[in-house]
T-cell receptor, first 112, second 111 residues
Framework: DAMVIQNPRYQVTQFGKPVTLSCSQT?????MYWYQQKSSQAPKLLFH???????NEADTPDNFQSRRPNTSFCFLDIRSPGLGDAAMYLC???????????FGSGTQLSVL | SQQGEEDPQALSIQEGENATMNCSYK?????LQWYRQNSGRGLVHLIL?????REKHSGRLRVTLDTSKKSSSLLITASRAADTASYFC???????????FGAGTTVTVRA
């Protein structure tokens, strides 16, 4: 059974129209991550949570925000998507920092 | 920021052959991990090697780590068509919850 679930698998949005991607985990892990991955590139960390402590990467655009209302759920909000934000967005979790990460299947975002 | 660099970028082999890919990194690490990603899917953890380990095996996978050269290699023996995927190394630093990923090696196994 999937332990990290991302919805939806595919998301199409319009340029400038806010979009929210969701992630849930059944592992009760403290740490959750959001990565952005563009075609044939490395996953790039956007931010991570340790419990409710939010940690933003220095180069993550202000356009990207996140919410973690409880241990199980985490959301990625893109306030005004641009064409350059089209990518695969990967959610991951771990129980012990920088040990094995469990990834969801990702949400492929298209911006028209 | 991205710390790992992988080599080669792409690799094509015949089924049954071995596949070797390398990862180099820049700073001292706590551990190094390898992940596999099938096309359009999430990443799956394969193996973790700690900074005080030199070699680790898991099934058909063999990972080496040379901290003096800041490099690691992943060997897949007796490859199968199902091994076709992208393989990423990721480095974890001490006292940090983050993993930095390399750009990956795309492996194609021909039947």
């Amino acid at each position: 059974d999937a332990m990290v679930i991302q919805n939806p698998r595919y998301q199409v949005t319009q340029f400038g129209k806010p979009v929210t991607l969701s992630c849930s985990q059944t592992l009760n892990h403290n740490v959750m991550y959001w990565y952005q991955q563009k075609s044939s590139q490395a996953p790039k960390l956007l931010f991570h949570y340790y419990d409710k402590d939010f940690n933003n990467e220095a180069d993550t655009p202000d356009n990207f925000q996140s919410r973690r209302p409880n241990t199980s759920f985490c959301f990625l909000d893109i306030r005004s998507p641009g064409l350059g934000d089209a990518a695969m967005y990967l959610c991951a979790t771990t129980g012990r920092g920088n040990e094995k990460l469990f990834f969801g299947s990702g949400t492929q975002l298209s911006v028209l | 920021s991205q710390q790992g660099e992988e080599d080669p970028q792409a690799l094509s082999i015949q089924e049954g052959e071995n596949a070797t890919m390398n990862c180099s990194y820049k700073t001292s690490i706590n551990n190094l991990q390898w992940y596999r990603q099938n096309s359009g899917r999430g990443l799956v953890h394969l193996i973790l090697i700690r900074s005080n380990e030199r070699e680790k095996h898991s099934g058909r996978l063999r990972v080496t780590l040379d901290t003096s050269k800041k490099s690691s290699s992943l060997l897949i023996t007796a490859s199968r068509a199902a091994d076709t995927a992208s393989y990423f190394c990721a480095t974890g630093l001490s006292n940090d919850y983050k993993l930095s990923f390399g750009a990956g090696t795309t492996v194609t196994v021909r039947a």
